[in-house]
């Protein structure tokens, strides 16, 4: 019974983190709600809220495999994931079997389903990504979920290898191995190079993990991790989990290092969080001439060899037979299951990528719901201080004679005109503000953008020399890098003038003192400098000779080049929310205080007129006083159930590390 409980762990990692997720949205939307029936929103509020949602309704946790061939890489997914089909669903045998990068996923809006994509797919130098906007590229073939038989016949497609000649090979990429050291595309014993017959894989089928955002990334061996760039440079860093999977009977190879050095081992500047190792095939340790005492000393030395290998600590390497795991779940045999050593990786894999997920869905949130919530108990604070400055202002007409009454409506009336021609001058502002935007803008310009790309390419394919080449690619990121920074120069001017602004409306009309945010490209910047760190690393193990620049080419451009143009998509999106944001707050404040202005005058005018007595007037502001601290109170409790809900989880995280909450 105690290996069941341990088995439920992944599950109820991922069920809890589900929980949280719906419990953190439905907090959002309650606020979102309130302040629209409060009147306290706007079309700016209501985007940045709705964006908070769309964070968490689409949210992914991806988890990425990664082995040479012959690892038991498929058989691991399947004992972890599908032992409840009761048989083996990814195909899983001798030799190679995942011969194209696939996802295991769900999406409710679409059938259970194989997506393949064509490898000839890799001729026209679009990216796996922009193909998943094109459905018509890839064969679709349905999935019966109710018959694995039918289901696993279906499957054993991502298997399928074609034999093509080795200029055809050439012009898709592929390197061809002259022989067996060699890494690369292997010439068949018909002389022609056995080549997968799919770019890429989805598979869609519903499952209790997969239903909660789980994704799954089954990748093939060094061959395809080299030949397929943006799989090493966008899909495995982007992964929140990485299991990497090793032999037992077979050790720690040189390949294996070169693919955890090359594409998986952390980078020194960052934690060594979500990165796995898996000793598998533990059991051809077995020995029947052996006690379990020998077979784990055995187990123990090789957890201190792999981790001396690969220079991680011991608790990070987890053996077990994955073959024994499946096993054990299908015929329902706890004594094989325990035996598999199944269950500690199961409880690794949940306690390390769900709380690093919630941290990083924490942080992607965090700027919008802090900013949201700053500008409303700003608008109310505004309103508070409104209504006390104008109770304070009757107070002082009691018992004064009609003329002292009109020369305080006059005053107002001056007030009134005063903030008018500032609003002008606003108006003015709000004119060098746009011409200032469409600056930054120019420098984030995505056809600006691609006409460089576009240049580089006729560059790359007329150079002649490797230094040529590389001098390309370097000019490309440098120039990325200088654009960024010249973008964040910009922004930086953009908020000086701002800042005038606002203390200009500060100092005559008294409005709050706000301080605009920082528009920062930082983490951009850190992310070309990866981007170009990781494709010098991916550089030094090409031997460039002229026949292949035609593909390292069109590799940088299906990696480096289309990463660099998204995170320019997103830095525009970044500064589209910045832009909003330095102007709302001022924007709001302005509205508030026309209103108060208004009914000062409207106050004044009725009491002048005798319409109203004062005592009446000040009565009505108390009434209003107390409906906007009520407000106050509402929001705060509502901000509370959000923090909550954020805190709750955090602070679960830091003791389950070992830190004070």
Known sequence: MQQKAKKQNLEQFFEEYSDWRTALATSVNDLKSWLQEQELSDNQVDQRLEHVLSTLRDDKLYVAFVAEFSRGKSELINAIFFANFGQRILPSSAGRTTMCPTEVMYDSGSMSSLRLLPIETRRSGTTITEFRGFPEEWQLLPLDTESPDTMIETLQKITEVKHVAREEAQSMGFHVAEDESQNGMRIAEDGLVEIPKWRHAIINIPHPLLERGLVILDTPGLNALGAEPELTLNMLPSAHAVLFILAADAGVTKSDIEVWHNHIGVRRDSQNKGRLVVLNKIDGLWDELRNAEEVNREIDRQIRETAKHLAIPEHNVFPVSAQKALLGKVKKDNKT??????????????????????????????????????????????????????????????????????????????????????????????????????????????????????????????????????????????????????????????????????????????????????????????????????????MKGVSLVFTEQRAITRKFFESSVAKIRAIYKMVNRDADNWLKTIMSPMESQVREHQVQLRRRLESIKRIHHASDTLEERVNELEQIRDGIREQERNLENRVEAVMKVINFEQSEDRQAGGKPA
């Open 337 to 538: 299951l325990d035996r598999s050593r199944i269950a500690a990786l199961e409880e690794a894999l949940g306690s390390e990528i769900v709380p690093a997920k919630r941290e990083i869905v924490c942080d992607n949130i965090s700027g919008d719901m802090e900013d949201v919530i700053k500008a409303m108990r700003l608008i109310i604070s505004q309103r508070l201080k409104n209504v006390y400055e104008h109770m304070e202002e009757l107070g002082g007409l009691s018992g004064k004679n009609m003329d002292v009454i009109e020369h305080m409506m006059k005053k107002v009336k001056a007030d009134k005109e005063v903030f008018e021609k500032s609003l002008q001058r606003f108006q003015a502002t709000r004119s060098i503000f746009s011409q200032q935007t469409n600056v930054l803008y120019t420098h984030l310009n995505l056809k600006n953008l691609d006409a460089q790309i576009a240049q580089t390419k006729k560059d790359m394919e007329i150079s002649m020399t490797t230094a040529g080449l590389t001098a390309c690619m370097d000019n490309f990121f440098k120039l990325a890098q200088v654009t960024m920074e010249e973008a964040a120069k910009q922004a930086q001017e953009i908020k000086a003038m701002m800042e005038g602004v606002y203390k200009k409306f500060q100092e005559e009309h008294g409005l709050a003192n706000i301080k605009p945010g920082n528009f920062s490209v930082t983490r951009y910047l850190r992310e070309i400098k990866r981007l170009q760190d990781k494709h010098d690393q991916y």
